[in-house]
């Protein structure tokens, strides 16, 4: 018997026939251009997105000077050098300390930081230049030797030029440049004294590190990710009571928590991009699946195995994955490449070398998607008879609930595969599965209560009516698919809205802009009338106390097995103030603010929950030498990111009584910072005055950067959006053909059929809208809580625009996917619907 697949000879010559066959088909051209934008869009969006996320992560660790610090009160073991040299890390050190600054006539007490020559890692240290544009000029470096940098206060209290000369300790200096902000000093907002900043190689000229002199000694690291949290790993279990070990992290409060909010948005982007160009993966095999399997009928009529005829298949797809995979590997690094340098150019963000990686990951990931949307659909075929898939104009129903439930098991793999964050995963992947659940059931469920009340009139609007009643499961699918491209489309933009709406609530234009630090009881009413004096209105002014928790619940902290961050709040001092009023951008989550005469403490919900305090709890707190215990109170959350004066631990006024106790007062300048400042340092030699404006010029920078970042990555999900649109397209001119030719024949003219197509799918568009719009409302609030931490802002214009949107996007599609049959006479629709 010469039946196919009988003879060895032939039978690749015969797959390769079978190959060529397969490209001639509209619906395998579709299957393979789905892939390739599926691996273009992991391609550019992962590498990208990564890079991005970790360019953002670097201008993080710009505010803190490097990736990780290790700080300590005394002289740092040097195994700690050489486990970062283990690591590959970058180093860096610094010793700082307090030291009177003289040009000869007058003196100021200064915070003196001897750094290495490396110093900063990541950033950069301002220093004030009036032929710079911008105001300043950016230094890699510190100061030469022989040479020092000294902060605005001092630079006013001792009246010091563009260049003089200074005493530090023993060692004779010139001043070279006023320091306008340096990483460090910008997440350290709270110092008692200027900052002073000099070469190490001159420290031992000084003779002032000696150890009465209550040093500071720190190592900065600088690395790739896995390195630091190696790192901090391996030292932390390590840490002594006076060590104390920071890391750069986009989620510290103290740094920015919008910049974890996009890093948040970017992965979210990147996700729901893949998920899209998936269901146009799916959407392309489910059109490809009525050429199968009359070839695949026709093999095992002629003598063809099962197993045979699956290989065959599968190797066709291999043969055209392989290639079209790699090439959409290389196209979208290609892309990414392009568009990191748009982005380079347009934010001025330095974008770290993009990973080979990404390609490889992006064409592999791509290949396994292909033959998980197509693989499980052959193999249902074996159980069917020939003569029923012959005579088959769709998938049977086994056939669909495989596909479909492979579909979804691809989307939750690649959702944990991507998300980089569990919580992320675990908000996302619920929301989809709940979406896709009730776009199916209330979709079916409309069409059922709609389908009860049509009667038989013969308008094209009850013929669309009665079309979608009719047809419940390919409505449902139809409906679930737009819905999905609404759900993701909308939430992207709900996001990105609010991400930077709510930066910019955080941050109003009267954002205190100068920090009083160190002002002492009796300044107080002369501080104020002086304050008036320059109509500048003040904020509340908050006490200072400097403390210590040594007890918790009556047990000493050092029973606890405290890490991480919990183990850095009990181990080292901390500012507490006292108020009786709740400070603003505060908000009580537990309990109640403080009432009447009774004495206790409120605590920072996340600091709470790090030391796994509840109310009633009691805190012992060493404040110079004398202990006062209390109980919680309340539980606060706290906007850390609004630039305000906010505390881990607030007590009632009079708890701590005779401990040492400083003020601080926030204020906003609009007119000339540096002159107010040096006229307050001139009015009161005592206080501090910082300027924190370019912190906040900085803060907005990344703000800016992420906006135009994640406008990028918004762009290829639509793109994303876009292909599954083109997988309904093709799909719906194959099943709409038998339709149409029925219609045709029964006298419907052109107008009608289109009139009633339209109307089909606008109704189908409403069902999509409403429901894609309604489901990115309740995700993007869980979301909102649980990822982002912030209050989602519903914008019913938004929703408004989503159901317009979506009615007609999907009308256009109904239109598009019957527009050329509409010129094709019916005997030529049913020979083409039969395969």
């Given at each position: 018997?010469?039946?196919?697949?009988?003879?060895?000879?032939?039978?690749?010559?015969?797959?390769?026939?079978?190959?060529?066959?397969?490209?001639?088909?509209?619906?395998?051209?579709?299957?393979?251009?789905?892939?390739?934008?599926?691996?273009?869009?992991?391609?550019?969006?992962?590498?990208?997105?990564?890079?991005?996320?970790?360019?953002?992560?670097?201008?993080?660790?710009?505010?803190?000077?490097?990736?990780?610090?290790?700080?300590?009160?005394?002289?740092?073991?040097?195994?700690?050098?050489?486990?970062?040299e283990e690591l590959g890390l970058e180093t860096a050190d610094s010793i700082s300390f307090m030291s009177m600054l003289t040009n000869g006539q007058e003196s100021r007490l200064v915070n003196v930081r001897a750094v290495s020559g490396n110093y900063p890692l990541r950033g950069e240290i301002l220093i004030k230049s009036d032929t710079s544009p911008e105001g300043y000029v950016e230094y890699r470096h510190p100061p030469d030797q022989g040479a020092v940098w000294a902060a605005t206060q001092a630079v006013v209290d001792l009246g010091l030029d563009e260049q003089g000369t200074l005493q530090i300790g023993d060692m004779q200096t010139d001043f070279v440049g006023e320091i306008l902000l340096d990483p460090e000093g910008g997440v350290d907002r709270i110092r008692f004294a200027p900052r002073v900043i000099m070469n190490m190689d001159d420290l031992e000229?000084?003779?002032?590190?000696?150890?009465?002199?209550?040093?500071?000694?720190?190592?900065?690291?600088?690395?790739?990710?896995?390195?630091?949290?190696?790192?901090?790993?391996?030292?932390?279990?390590?840490?002594?009571?006076?060590?104390?070990?920071?890391?750069?992290?986009?989620?510290?409060?103290?740094?920015?928590?919008?910049?974890?909010?996009?890093?948040?948005?970017?992965?979210?982007?990147?996700?729901?991009?893949?998920?899209?160009?998936?269901?146009?993966?799916?959407?392309?095999?489910?059109?490809?699946?009525?050429?199968?399997?009359?070839?695949?009928?026709?093999?095992?009529?002629?003598?063809?195995?099962?197993?045979?005829?699956?290989?065959?298949?599968?190797?066709?797809?291999?043969?055209?994955?392989?290639?079209?995979?790699?090439?959409?590997?290389?196209?979208?690094?290609?892309?990414?490449?392009?568009?990191?340098?748009?982005?380079?150019?347009?934010?001025?963000?330095?974008?770290?070398?993009?990973?080979?990686?990404?390609?490889?990951?992006?064409?592999?990931?791509?290949?396994?998607?292909?033959?998980?949307?197509?693989?499980?659909?052959?193999?249902?075929?074996?159980?069917?008879?020939?003569?029923?898939?012959?005579?088959?104009?769709?998938?049977?129903?086994?056939?669909?609930?495989?596909?479909?439930?492979?579909?979804?098991?691809?989307?939750?793999?690649?959702?944990?595969?991507?998300?980089?964050?569990?919580?992320?995963?675990?908000?996302?992947?619920?929301?989809?599965?709940?979406?896709?659940?009730?776009?199916?059931?209330?979709?079916?469920?409309?069409?059922?209560?709609?389908?009860?009340?049509?009667?038989?009139?013969?308008?094209?609007?009850?013929?669309?009516?009665?079309?979608?009643?009719?047809?419940?499961?390919?409505?449902?699918?139809?409906?679930?698919?737009?819905?999905?491209?609404?759900?993701?489309?909308?939430?992207?933009?709900?996001?990105?809205?609010?991400?930077?709406?709510?930066?910019?609530?955080?941050?109003?234009?009267?954002?205190?802009?100068?920090?009083?630090?160190?002002?002492?009881?009796?300044?107080?009413?002369?501080?104020?009338?002086?304050?008036?004096?320059?109509?500048?209105?003040?904020?509340?002014?908050?006490?200072?106390?400097?403390?210590?928790?040594?007890?918790?619940?009556?047990?000493?902290?050092?029973?606890?097995?405290?890490?991480?961050?919990?183990?850095?709040?009990?181990?080292?001092?901390?500012?507490?103030?006292?108020?009786?009023?709740?400070?603003?951008?505060?908000?009580?989550?537990?309990?109640?603010?403080?009432?009447?005469?009774?004495?206790?403490?409120?605590?920072?919900?996340?600091?709470?929950?790090?030391?796994?305090?509840?109310?009633?709890?009691?805190?012992?707190?060493?404040?110079?030498?004398?202990?006062?215990?209390?109980?919680?109170?309340?539980?606060?959350?706290?906007?850390?990111?609004?630039?305000?004066?906010?505390?881990?631990?607030?007590?009632?006024?009079?708890?701590?009584?005779?401990?040492?106790?400083?003020?601080?007062?926030?204020?906003?300048?609009?007119?000339?910072?540096?002159?107010?400042?040096?006229?307050?340092?001139?009015?009161?030699?005592?206080?501090?005055?910082?300027?924190?404006?370019?912190?906040?010029?900085?803060?907005?920078?990344?703000?800016?950067?992420?906006?135009?970042?994640?406008?990028?990555?918004?762009?290829?999900?639509?793109?994303?959006?876009?292909?599954?649109?083109?997988?309904?397209?093709?799909?719906?001119?194959?099943?709409?053909?038998?339709?149409?030719?029925?219609?045709?024949?029964?006298?419907?003219?052109?107008?009608?059929i289109r009139k009633a197509v339209i109307s089909e799918f606008a109704l189908l568009g409403i069902f999509s809208g409403l429901l894609g719009s309604a489901m990115a409302l309740l995700t993007g609030m869980l979301m909102a809580d649980q990822i982002f931490e912030m209050e989602l802002v519903v914008s019913w214009s938004w929703m408004a625009i989503s159901i317009v949107a979506g009615i007609a996007l999907v009308s256009i599609a109904g239109y598009l996917s019957i527009r050329g049959l509409l010129r094709v006479v019916p005997v030529q629709l049913l020979a083409n619907n039969r395969g």
């Open positions: 018997m010469s039946s196919i697949g009988l003879k060895p000879g032939s039978w690749f010559s015969q797959t390769g026939m079978g190959f060529a066959r397969s490209l001639r088909l509209g619906e395998f051209r579709l299957l393979l251009l789905a892939c390739l934008f599926v691996a273009i869009a992991l391609s550019v969006v992962g590498a990208l997105g990564s890079r991005i996320e970790q360019a953002m992560q670097f201008r993080t660790s710009a505010i803190l000077g490097a990736d990780a610090i290790l700080a300590s009160t005394r002289p740092l073991n040097q195994e700690y050098w050489g486990l970062a000229s000084t003779g002032l590190l000696t150890p009465a002199s209550r040093a500071r000694y720190r190592l900065l690291v600088a690395g790739d990710r896995e390195a630091i949290e190696a790192f901090d790993e391996a030292v932390r279990p390590r840490l002594e009571s006076y060590e104390e070990m920071v890391v750069a992290d986009i989620r510290r409060d103290e740094v920015n928590s919008t910049v974890g909010r996009i890093i948040s948005y970017i992965r979210l982007a990147v996700l729901l991009s893949v998920i899209l160009s998936v269901v146009a993966m799916a959407l392309a095999a489910q059109g490809l699946w009525r050429r199968q399997v009359v070839e695949m009928a026709l093999l095992r009529c002629l003598g063809q195995q099962n197993r045979k005829t699956m290989f065959r298949l599968g190797l066709r797809y291999l043969a055209a994955g392989v290639p079209v995979c790699a090439l959409g590997g290389l196209i979208g690094f290609a892309i990414q490449d392009v568009a990191g340098r748009i982005v380079q150019e347009q934010v001025i963000m330095r974008l770290p070398e993009p990973s080979l990686w990404s390609l490889t990951n992006a064409g592999f990931i791509t290949l396994i998607a292909l033959f998980v949307v197509t693989l499980p659909t052959l193999r249902a075929v074996q159980q069917v008879p020939s003569v029923i898939l012959l005579r088959a104009s769709s998938s049977p129903p086994m056939t669909q609930q495989k596909s479909t439930f492979s579909v979804l098991l691809l989307i939750v793999a690649l959702t944990i595969f991507l998300a980089g964050d569990i919580v992320l995963a675990l908000t996302v992947l619920p929301g989809l599965l709940l979406a896709a659940l009730l776009f199916w059931g209330v979709t079916r469920l409309l069409i059922y209560v709609v389908g009860r009340m049509v009667g038989t009139r013969t308008s094209p609007y009850y013929v669309a009516l009665k079309e979608v009643c009719s047809n419940g499961a390919r409505s449902a699918w139809i409906t679930s698919t737009f819905g999905a491209i609404v759900f993701a489309l909308v939430l992207l933009a709900v996001f990105r809205y609010d991400i930077f709406e709510s930066w910019g609530q955080t941050l109003p234009d009267d954002s205190p802009n100068v920090f009083a630090i160190n002002i002492k009881q009796s300044n107080i009413a002369p501080l104020g009338e002086f304050l008036d004096g320059q109509k500048i209105s003040r904020s509340d002014m908050y006490s200072i106390i400097r403390t210590r928790i040594v007890e918790i619940n009556g047990r000493p902290v050092s029973e606890y097995n405290f890490t991480g961050e919990a183990k850095d709040r009990v181990g080292h001092v901390f500012n507490l103030t006292e108020t009786a009023d709740l400070p603003q951008d505060n908000e009580v989550v537990e309990g109640q603010w403080f009432q009447g005469a009774e004495r206790g403490l409120s605590v920072e919900d996340e600091t709470a929950s790090e030391l796994e305090l509840e109310l009633g709890d009691t805190l012992t707190l060493d404040t110079a030498g004398v202990r006062h215990t209390a109980p919680v109170l309340n539980l606060r959350e706290v906007v850390w990111e609004n630039m305000r004066p906010n505390f881990f631990i607030i007590a009632t006024p009079g708890l701590l009584e005779g401990a040492p106790v400083s003020h601080m007062l926030a204020v906003h300048v609009d007119g000339d910072i540096n002159r107010f400042i040096n006229q307050m340092s001139r009015e009161f030699p005592n206080i501090s005055a910082i300027n924190v404006s370019i912190l906040l010029q900085r803060f907005q920078e990344i703000v800016n950067q992420g906006s135009m970042a994640i406008s990028t990555l918004f762009v290829f999900t639509l793109l994303a959006a876009g292909l599954v649109f083109f997988g309904i397209l093709q799909g719906q001119k194959i099943t709409r053909q038998l339709q149409i030719a029925l219609l045709k024949s029964m006298g419907a003219s052109r107008s009608f």
